[in-house]
Structure formats: structure tokens, C-alpha cells
């Protein structure tokens, strides 16, 4: 059996390292566009703070490593097409030669694509000009050697989500003075906006200027000076910097599939089932260029990296004959941003709304651990819960680096996987020592205060 994987990232990858882990006799080929196969693109921004060095360290298994689990990797090199019927792919090598591979099971792991949302002027400019994307290897290679060469000591940042927000520390970190411009009415917006602003002061007391409610639409370049122009709170609105860094989402990269005759669901991504199969014959998908199956919400579209791990492993599996499923998301994620920690599973209010739940949503300040210990920090932590049913819908928190502000969303991320209720998890055995916790961790102080606001709600 031969099973072929498109893209080294982390879905074609898992998929290629499952299918060797449970079929050792598997012929595996990894088809990689490029030459940085493995390469975890979520520690770039690492890599622009200097905190990582050199990008090398960026792999998360080195190609003698890979190549050591008996995969094939064939870089450099672009599938340019699916034949379903003969179960052959087209690829191109980087010399512009033509070639095909059969292939007995194929798994497409393509990814996404930056968005570009439309921005007038990102079509004619490039990293030459000091215009950039932030991707993939290429890209950072590209943004680096921009800002080594033209000694850029002025960026604008277009978007405030987690990538932007990264890069805003780590761009100020290198001593680049950062303009982040935001849309919505506040950074990070997969937030509710009273824990955003917690996001947002963090950035402007790190020296970050930034301007919310802007919506970017051109981006140009004359006498070698880059503006970036469009409205803000309905006034023209116009910047200029060394460098521009637009990071404003990704869509997914699905081409390589829709002409091969698959179909597409939530936000554009190829449609696949729980087995991530594509409905092609012997194709499967997984990852950025994919739906994503929520546990709440059914299928949506929400590319993150564990869910691309996740979903290419049960694709390998699959591809080799197995009968795995994806057991869904939860959207959890985390960021930091300077010393600040900020993350959410789960559901906010309007969204739980949506899919048909009647929610209320609280908040609540407690301290990482006991107060009398030294070192205690205020934790912001809001519950969305559901009134009918009392179950925990979703968690939003944000506090400082060292509050195990992480761990204590995977807490909440673990209660959302088992249907818990918000009352329940006051029967969760937490640890506790007072340099760590409290005998009612956070976790559970910001659930029991859900509760007492219901109660008292449905009393009024
Ligand atoms: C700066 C940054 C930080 C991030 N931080 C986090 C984080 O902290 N946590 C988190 O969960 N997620 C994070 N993400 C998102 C995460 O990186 C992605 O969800 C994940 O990489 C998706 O993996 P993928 O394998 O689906 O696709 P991609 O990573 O997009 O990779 C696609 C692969 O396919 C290859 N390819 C594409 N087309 C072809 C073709 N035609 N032929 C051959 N090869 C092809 C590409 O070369 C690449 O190897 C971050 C993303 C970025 C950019």
C-alpha cells in the first residue's frame, strides 16, 4: 500500500507519522511544497523576538528525523493535481519538471492561505517593497531579511488577532516602534471586549500604539514610504512605517481538492465527514484547508494547529485502514501577549445564542493562588453557561504569564469535552498548595459565582 500526503505541516505530517506507527509496512510519501518539512510556524513569532535562534530550532522533527520513521519526503515540490479515477497525482519540482505518483490512499493536507480580505495595493506589493504575510518559512525568511537590511525601526501591524498580537510583542521586543491596527472595537476579538481591553492596555503599556475601530483599505508605496490608508471611526484615516505586516486570518487552500471534484462547507473549506474523508474515493483531508467538526456548534470552520495534529492523525490512521473519528473542537486557544496571558473554550453569549442555547455569562476577578503567599495575581475569568440546562458552555480568562492561565482553560476545555455542568465542577478534586491554588481553585470560584449570579437572576 502506498499512501501519498500533501503538505509537510502539522496535518500531513501526522497523518504520515500515524500511518507508519500503526502499519509499519505502509510505503508513505510526504509531497511538501517547500524545503521545511515539520516546521512549527505557531513559534515564528519567537523566532522574530529572538527568543528562538536559529529558525532551525523552529522544527519539530528534523528531516533525518521524519526520515527515520521510513517516510519519503519529496520537497520542493508541489501536487498540482488529483486524478481520482487512475489515483495519481500530478507534481511539479522546483525545476518546473512534470511528473505523476500513484498513489493507494491519498491525504491532502494543504493548509490555509493569508488573507488578504480584500486590502487594494497588497496585490502589487511585496516583501521587497516591506509589505508582508506571515505564513510559512518563506514568508519569515522574507520579513527578516527586511528588517535586517532596511533597519526598519517603524512597523504597522493590520489585525489584533493572536498572530498579530504576537507579532506586536515581538516586533517592540526587537525595538521596532508598532502601530497595530484593529477593525472591530476591540484586540482580540475572539474575546468578549471587557477581557479584550485587558489585552489591549497590556500592549499600550508595552509601548504598542493601538488604534481599534480602523478598517484598512489600500496599502501603498511612493517616494519608498509605505501608507497604509483607510477609515477610522468613519474619518479617513491614513499611516505611514518602514514595514507593513498584514495578518488578518487565513482561507483555506482548497483548489488542489475542488478541481479534483470535492465539495466545500463552512467558511470555504473542503467538506469532510468525521473520519475526515472527503467523499472522494480513497481521499482524505485534514486541517487548515478543512471544516472543522465543533463539538457545540456542529461544523464550522476554525483552523488551529491542535485541531490540524489531531484531525491529520485520524486521517493517517483511517488511510490505512482504521476507523477513527475526530471528536471535535472547542476552539480552545491561548496567547501571550508581553506578560499577559489570555484564552477561551467553548462559546461566548452571541454565539451561544446562535446555536439555540438561552446563556448567561459572568465574571470574576480571583487570585492565582492564596493572597497571603507571595506573588498572587488577579485572574479575570468569565463563564458562559447555559440557564435551561446549567451546563458549561464556555470559558474566557485573562491574567498574567505564570497564572497558569493555560492549564486552567484545559480544565474548562476538559469539563466542555465530558458535558459538564457549571455546579459540577465544583466537585472536580483540584490540586491545591497556597503557592499554587486555593482550596476552590479559580476555576471553581468563577463557577460557583455563575451560579449565585443565576440563582439570583432567576429570582428577581
Ligand atoms: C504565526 C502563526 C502562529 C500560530 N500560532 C498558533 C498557536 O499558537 N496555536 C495553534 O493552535 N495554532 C497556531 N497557528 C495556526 C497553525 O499554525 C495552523 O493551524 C497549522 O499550521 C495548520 O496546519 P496544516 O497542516 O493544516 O497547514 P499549513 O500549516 O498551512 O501547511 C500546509 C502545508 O502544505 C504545503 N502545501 C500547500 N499546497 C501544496 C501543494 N499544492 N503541494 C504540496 N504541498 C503543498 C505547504 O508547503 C505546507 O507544508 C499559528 C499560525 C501562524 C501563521
Same mark, same amino acid.
Not at 501536487?79 to 522546483?94: E, F, H, N
Not at 516583501?127 to 506571515?134: C, F, K, M, S
Not at 519569515?140 to 517603524?154: G, K, N, P, V
Not at 464550522?300 to 483511517?318: F, I, M, S, W
Given at each position: 500500500? $502506498?499512501? !501519498?500526503?500533501?503538505g509537510?505541516?502539522?496535518?500531513?505530517?501526522?497523518?504520515?507519522?500515524?500511518?507508519?506507527?500503526?502499519?509499519? /509496512?505502509?510505503?508513505?510519501?510526504?509531497?511538501?511544497?517547500?524545503?521545511?518539512?515539520?516546521?512549527?510556524?505557531?513559534?515564528?513569532?519567537?523566532?522574530?523576538?529572538?527568543?528562538?535562534?536559529?529558525w532551525?530550532?523552529?522544527a519539530?522533527?528534523? $528531516? @533525518?528525523?521524519?526520515?527515520?520513521?521510513?517516510?519519503?519526503?519529496?520537497?520542493?515540490?508541489?501536487?498540482?493535481?488529483?486524478?481520482?479515477?487512475?489515483?495519481?497525482?500530478? *507534481?511539479?519540482?522546483q525545476?518546473?519538471?512534470?511528473?505523476?505518483?500513484?498513489?493507494?490512499?491519498?491525504?491532502?493536507?494543504?493548509?490555509?492561505?493569508?488573507?488578504?480580505?480584500?486590502?487594494?495595493?497588497?496585490?502589487?506589493?511585496?516583501?521587497?517593497?516591506?509589505?508582508?504575510?506571515?505564513?510559512?518559512?518563506?514568508?519569515?525568511?522574507?520579513?527578516?531579511?527586511?528588517?535586517?537590511?532596511?533597519?526598519?525601526?517603524?512597523?504597522?501591524?493590520v489585525?489584533a488577532?493572536? !498572530?498579530?498580537?504576537?507579532?506586536?510583542?515581538?516586533?517592540?521586543?526587537?525595538?521596532?516602534?508598532?502601530?497595530?491596527?484593529?477593525?472591530?472595537?476591540?484586540?482580540?476579538?475572539?474575546?468578549?471586549?471587557?477581557?479584550?481591553?485587558?489585552?489591549?492596555?497590556?500592549?499600550?503599556?508595552?509601548?504598542?500604539? !493601538?488604534?481599534?475601530g480602523?478598517?484598512?483599505?489600500?496599502? /501603498?508605496?511612493?517616494?519608498?514610504?509605505?501608507?497604509?490608508?483607510?477609515?477610522?471611526?468613519?474619518?479617513?484615516?491614513?499611516?505611514?512605517?518602514?514595514?507593513?505586516?498584514?495578518?488578518?486570518g487565513?482561507?483555506?487552500?482548497?483548489?488542489?481538492?475542488?478541481?479534483?471534484?470535492?465539495?466545500?462547507? @463552512?467558511?470555504? @473549506?473542503?467538506?469532510?465527514?468525521?473520519h475526515?474523508?472527503?467523499?472522494?474515493p480513497?481521499?482524505?483531508?485534514?486541517?487548515?484547508?478543512?471544516?472543522?467538526?465543533?463539538?457545540?456548534?456542529?461544523?464550522?470552520?476554525?483552523?488551529?494547529?491542535?485541531?490540524?495534529?489531531?484531525?491529520?492523525?485520524?486521517?493517517?490512521?483511517?488511510?490505512?485502514?482504521?476507523?477513527?473519528?475526530?471528536?471535535?473542537?472547542?476552539?480552545?486557544?491561548?496567547?501571550?501577549?508581553?506578560?499577559?496571558?489570555?484564552?477561551?473554550?467553548?462559546?461566548?453569549?452571541?454565539?451561544?445564542?446562535?446555536?439555540?442555547?438561552?446563556? $448567561?455569562?459572568?465574571?470574576?476577578?480571583?487570585?492565582?493562588?492564596?493572597?497571603?503567599?507571595?506573588?498572587?495575581?488577579?485572574?479575570?475569568?468569565?463563564?458562559?453557561?447555559d440557564?435551561?440546562?446549567?451546563?458549561?458552555?464556555?470559558?474566557?480568562? *485573562?491574567?498574567?504569564?505564570?497564572?497558569?492561565?493555560?492549564?486552567?482553560?484545559?480544565?474548562?476545555?476538559?469539563?466542555?469535552?465530558?458535558?459538564?455542568?457549571?455546579?459540577a465542577?465544583s466537585?472536580?478534586?483540584l490540586?491545591?498548595?497556597?503557592?499554587?491554588?486555593?482550596?476552590w481553585?479559580?476555576?471553581?470560584?468563577?463557577?460557583?459565582?455563575?451560579?449565585?449570579?443565576?440563582?439570583?437572576?432567576?429570582?428577581?
Amino acid at each position: 500500500m $502506498h499512501l !501519498v500526503a500533501i503538505g509537510g505541516s502539522d496535518a500531513g505530517i501526522s497523518a504520515a507519522l500515524r500511518a507508519r506507527e500503526l502499519d509499519p /509496512s505502509v510505503d508513505v510519501t510526504v509531497v511538501v511544497a517547500d524545503s521545511f518539512p515539520n516546521f512549527s510556524i505557531c513559534g515564528i513569532p519567537y523566532y522574530f523576538s529572538r527568543e528562538v535562534n536559529p529558525w532551525q530550532s523552529l522544527a519539530h522533527r528534523t $528531516h @533525518a528525523d521524519l526520515e527515520a520513521t521510513g517516510m519519503q519526503l519529496r520537497l520542493d515540490t508541489l501536487a498540482t493535481g488529483i486524478d481520482v479515477v487512475a489515483r495519481q497525482l500530478t *507534481v511539479r519540482d522546483q525545476y518546473g519538471a512534470a511528473s505523476t505518483i500513484a498513489y493507494d490512499e491519498l491525504m491532502v493536507g494543504t493548509g490555509a492561505l493569508p488573507s488578504t480580505a480584500g486590502i487594494a495595493g497588497l496585490d502589487q506589493l511585496g516583501p521587497a517593497d516591506g509589505v508582508h504575510l506571515l505564513h510559512s518559512m518563506g514568508d519569515t525568511f522574507a520579513l527578516e531579511r527586511y528588517l535586517d537590511e532596511q533597519h526598519a525601526e517603524t512597523a504597522i501591524i493590520v489585525g489584533a488577532g493572536y !498572530v498579530g498580537l504576537e507579532m506586536a510583542e515581538a516586533l517592540t521586543v526587537r525595538g521596532l516602534h508598532v502601530t497595530q491596527l484593529q477593525r472591530g472595537a476591540e484586540v482580540l476579538s475572539t474575546l468578549d471586549p471587557e477581557l479584550g481591553s485587558l489585552v489591549h492596555d497590556e500592549l499600550t503599556r508595552n509601548g504598542v500604539d !493601538v488604534i481599534t475601530g480602523t478598517r484598512v483599505e489600500r496599502v /501603498s508605496r511612493e517616494n519608498g514610504q509605505l501608507t497604509v490608508a483607510g477609515m477610522h471611526d468613519g474619518q479617513p484615516f491614513a499611516q505611514t512605517a518602514d514595514v507593513v505586516l498584514v495578518v488578518i486570518g487565513v482561507r483555506p487552500n482548497t483548489s488542489l481538492l475542488t478541481e479534483a471534484g470535492a465539495s466545500t462547507g @463552512a467558511g470555504g @473549506a473542503v467538506a469532510v465527514d468525521e473520519h475526515m474523508h472527503t467523499g472522494l474515493p480513497h481521499v482524505w483531508a485534514a486541517g487548515d484547508g478543512v471544516v472543522t467538526h465543533h463539538r457545540l456548534l456542529g461544523v464550522t470552520y476554525l483552523p488551529l494547529g491542535t485541531t490540524a495534529h489531531k484531525q491529520g492523525r485520524v486521517a493517517g490512521e483511517n488511510a490505512v485502514g482504521g476507523n477513527a473519528r475526530f471528536a471535535g473542537s472547542l476552539g480552545t486557544q491561548v496567547v501571550k501577549v508581553f506578560d499577559l496571558v489570555a484564552a477561551r473554550t467553548g462559546l461566548r453569549d452571541h454565539e451561544a445564542t446562535a446555536a439555540g442555547y438561552t446563556p $448567561h455569562s459572568g465574571t470574576v476577578i480571583a487570585d492565582d493562588h492564596k493572597a497571603y503567599y507571595p506573588g498572587a495575581k488577579p485572574l479575570s475569568i468569565r463563564i458562559t453557561g447555559d440557564t435551561d440546562s446549567g451546563v458549561l458552555l464556555g470559558a474566557q480568562l *485573562v491574567g498574567a504569564r505564570g497564572a497558569e492561565i493555560a492549564k486552567r482553560v484545559d480544565t474548562y476545555a476538559a469539563a466542555l469535552h465530558h458535558s459538564m455542568t457549571v455546579d459540577a465542577m465544583s466537585d472536580l478534586d483540584l490540586s491545591y498548595t497556597p503557592p499554587l491554588g486555593s482550596p476552590w481553585d479559580a476555576v471553581q470560584i468563577a463557577t460557583q459565582a455563575w451560579s449565585r449570579g443565576v440563582r439570583s437572576f432567576q429570582l428577581r
